[in-house]
């Protein structure tokens, strides 16, 4: 996956708060799967991929239904920014021996 800035998480957020709170889960998984997919496509291929962009989580999440971006004082979009957060921290996070 390309590095991940304050936007790219704002969208996955977004595009997780448009969702039914069950589903929130499992569309995190996705769309950051979809992300580091189109990264090794664009890598390998030298071109976007043709479904998910450009290997962006910003990109991955843009191809799902977004909901407007609230504030923080949101309770659900906080709760999907920190889930977006910690997903990734799982992700990058370097695997212990």
């Known amino acids: 996956m390309r590095p991940v800035l304050h936007g790219d998480v704002c969208c996955a957020a977004r595009a997780l708060l448009a969702a039914a709170p069950e589903d929130r889960g499992a569309l995190c998984r996705q ?21 998910w962009g450009n290997g962006s989580l ?24 920190v889930m977006v957060l910690r997903a990734l921290g799982a992700r990058l996070s370097p695997r212990r021996s």
């Open 31 to 51: 769309i950051l799967n979809q992300a580091w997919a189109a990264d090794r496509y664009r890598r390998r291929h030298g071109r976007l991929h043709p479904r």
């Open 58 to 81: 910003m990109a991955a999440a843009r191809k799902h239904p977004m909901a407007d971006e609230p504030g923080f004082d949101d309770p659900g979009y906080r709760h999907c920014f």
